[in-house]
């Protein structure tokens, strides 16, 4: 099924997606095309960005490129200040997944650092040109974080990758529903969405040669949707009448397959206070304020 064909025309409208070269974030960006929408590809590799554009609808004399690697608070800052026309939607869709304790360029591990970090950076940089909706990509994972703020770059603890995933995607809800809050304080035009694509066969649970599976790695080529039905929550939360913080995902399988509605983030991810220290500790960690 084609994502675009289930929710409202984007013509007239710039879509920025990151990680749109391959999985969720190339489906979004055909859904959001097909749907009329101009879209810039936010990608760590250029040539292969322009690949994709090609085969949208419109190609390249339509759609652009942003090249911008997440894991590096200083291509993000180059990255955000290319981007100078106006965004109706912002999709932070790109995501990374590491069986072992690696880190960002500045230090930070590594997907708590790109995943969370890096996308409130992107995010604080190009509010001001932002005209509608934020969109982050979550997941239920969430629902297995045992955040601990004191230590989120693993320096203390032994280092366990399933639970830093699902931290990086706590982070990602705490971070929308508290940008959510302070948009509407603000009366801001702005909107902040989260959606949760389900569980889907991409290459974020590709593994090396020797490398010994984890529990998702075992399911996903099970149970695993495609990333085309995966883009359905995601462009529910772009273009589907919400209210504002919703938390979109499949409808079935315990919401990890099938179609896309509103689902249910866990206590935790809406604790007000935990939001708020995240947030400060956002700012101080990546010395970017979200001017909202």
């Known amino acids: 099924m084609n994502p675009s ?18 999985g969720i974030g190339r489906a979004t960006a055909v859904a959001a095309a097909d749907a009329g929408a101009r879209v810039l ?33 200083d291509s ?34 590594m997907q708590f650092g790109t995943n969370h970090l890096g996308h409130f ?14 969109v982050t990509v979550a997941s239920q994972a969430e629902r297995a974080s045992r955040l601990d703020l004191d230590d989120v770059n693993w320096a203390r603890r032994a280092y366990n990758p399933a639970r830093a995933y699902a931290d990086s995607k706590m982070a990602n809800l705490l971070f929308t529903f ?21 569980l889907v066969t991409t290459a974020i649970y590709d593994r090396d040669p020797g490398t010994r599976p984890g529990v998702w790695d075992r399911l996903v080529p099970v149970l695993g949707q495609s990333p085309q039905a995966g883009a359905l929550p995601v462009m529910l939360a772009a273009t589907g009448e919400l209210p504002a913080g919703s938390f979109t995902g499949p409808r079935h399988l315990f919401h990890m397959r099938g179609g896309a509605q509103v689902i249910r983030a866990s206590k935790r991810a809406r604790a007000a206070g935990v939001a708020q220290r995240l947030w400060d500790l956002s700012e101080d960690m990546t010395s970017i304020e979200i001017v909202v």
Not at 9 to 21: E, H, K, N
Not at 45 to 56: C, K
Not at 121 to 134: M, Q
Request: with cysteine.
């Open 178 to 198: 508290e940008l959510a809050r302070r948009l509407a304080t603000a009366n801001s035009p702005v909107t902040a969405f989260a959606a949760h694509p389900g």
């Open 41 to 73: 590809l936010a990608v760590r590799d250029r040539n292969r960005g322009a690949a994709v554009a090609q085969t949208l609808r419109g190609g390249l004399s339509e759609h652009a490129v942003v090249e911008v690697d997440l894991a590096d608070l």
């Open 5 to 22: 064909s289930r929710y409202a025309a984007l013509t007239g409208q710039t879509v920025l997606i990151t990680g749109a070269s391959s």
């Open 76 to 109: 993000i800052c180059r990255g955000a200040a290319s981007v100078t026309e106006p965004v109706d939607i912002l999709v932070n869709n790109a995501g990374v997944s590491s069986p072992t304790l690696q880190h960002t360029a500045d230090g930070f591990e």
């Open 121 to 134: 950076a992107w995010t604080a940089l190009l509010l001001p040109r932002v005209r509608s909706r934020i």
